[in-house]
């Protein structure tokens, strides 16, 4: 008989299991090859759909408090596997750091909203009683990115299912795995808290084809996408309610009013944090002429290497390509650390460098690419009026992320509308943004070009009202 090597590789896995017990517990157990069914994996998506309809009709029975405590088993459960999913992230995608990634994972379970973001609207007078709620849509299909695969599925699930939805998703297939993975686990936890089962299903092989099957089925109302502009317009041309959160190209503009130690500081750990694979990450820095060279030496003194002349044009023969006269980042370097960027040219740094920067002209390919590595081009100007300016150009009109440092309120304000981003961080590194070390809820799912903005339970609901004429005004 010929035993394969999947054959061997599966054998190994369940007598690991079997020995550790793990087989038994939470963890669940993946090959390197395949993904099991069930806990809401299924072949195919209208499989998957299936047991999403039963999930739905389900879901419609279980009571507020019920909904609260399935989101509190989705907090915890995601809690304590937050670091096995980073390091899985990581390991499949290549993409990022495992700390940060662990970060993002915490950050999903603890701050996305519940429940308690659905708050109802009375009104009251003469003629009577108006009740507006937020009811769920059903089903929504849920396409997810490759740069936060686990934190994305945390974040979405707990706002979807707090809005009394269930989700098919389709994962991107080069961090299925570790999203599968992610699902499985937010199934078993909503099934302990007394939720029914296949409330977050997939397929086990999500491809393109699949996710075109998803958001083309007609069962799924809603979509919400997260990742690039290809998917953003392939979902838009389904027709149904999209709810799409696209790429950002975040500018950041210093002017000669900054706190230019915080400013360098800050940059730095919100270009790098998770190797610059955020959307929301500084993309571009626009300083005035008279700060720039200190914000420079600020930015060295927090993990900032800089590369000047041959060695950056180097380092931009290995990280761009052009096609068509278009440039775009070269994958084998997206989400790497800055050590393998700069090991690609020879040079050798310890892992304390997390950055590297680079004086660029205005049209340097640098600025308009959004890379999604750590690598930051800098421009100088005269002023800040000019800065604004740039910036504004930069972000393309994607709506999405935008900082400044400064201590002027005119400045502050005026770059605030100008570029009319989603978010617009003031003084602090982009991630405060999303909430972290800092006020105001997540989501790793921005909705810039369809308007919802930073997507909660609310915006996968949709507003029903109740009117009872001449009634229940109590005073
Ligand atoms: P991606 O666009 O390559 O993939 C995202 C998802 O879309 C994947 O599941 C993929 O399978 C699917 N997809 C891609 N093309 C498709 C098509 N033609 N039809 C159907 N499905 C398709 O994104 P990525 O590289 O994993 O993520 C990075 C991008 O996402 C960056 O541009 C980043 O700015 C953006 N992003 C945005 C947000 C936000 O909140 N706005 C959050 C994370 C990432």
Known sequence: MQVS???????????LANITGQAASNTVSYSASEIALGDGVFTTVDEAVAASKIAEGKMRHVSLEGRRKIIQAMREISIQHAEELAKMAVEETGLGRIEDKMAKNLLAANKTPGVEDLVSTTYTGDDGMTLVEYAPFGIVGSITP???????????????????????????????????????????????????????????????????????HPAIRVLVVTGGGIVVKAAMKTGKKVIAAGPGNPPVVVDETADIVKAGKDIVSGASFDNNVLCTAEKEVFVVDKVANALKQEMLKNG?????????????????????????????YIGKNAEVLLAAIGKKVDSSVRLVIAETSYDHPLIWTEMLMPILPIVKVSNVDTAIEMAVKAEKGNRHTAIMHSQNVTNLTKMAREIQATIFVKNGPSYSGLGFNAEGFTTLTIAGPTGEGLTSARTFSRQRRCVLVDGFRIV
């Open 146 to 216: 490759s740069t936060n695969p686990a934190a994305t599925l945390i974040n979405n699930s707990i706002s979807i299912v707090a809005a009394g939805n269930v989700v098919v998703y389709n994962p991107h297939p080069s961090a299925k795995k570790v999203s599968l993975q992610t699902l499985k686990l937010l199934n078993r936890a909503i099934v302990s808290a007394g939720g029914p089962e296949n409330v977050l299903t997939a397929v086990a092989s999500p491809n393109l084809d699949t996710s075109k099957q998803v958001m083309e």
């Open 5 to 15: 090597e999947k054959d061997i590789q599966k054998l190994v896995e369940q007598v």
């Open 304 to 332: 900032a290497v800089e590369l000047k002349g041959f060695e950056l044009e180097k380092l931009l023969k290995v990280i761009l390509v052009e096609k068509d006269g278009k440039y775009y980042p070269n994958r084998d």
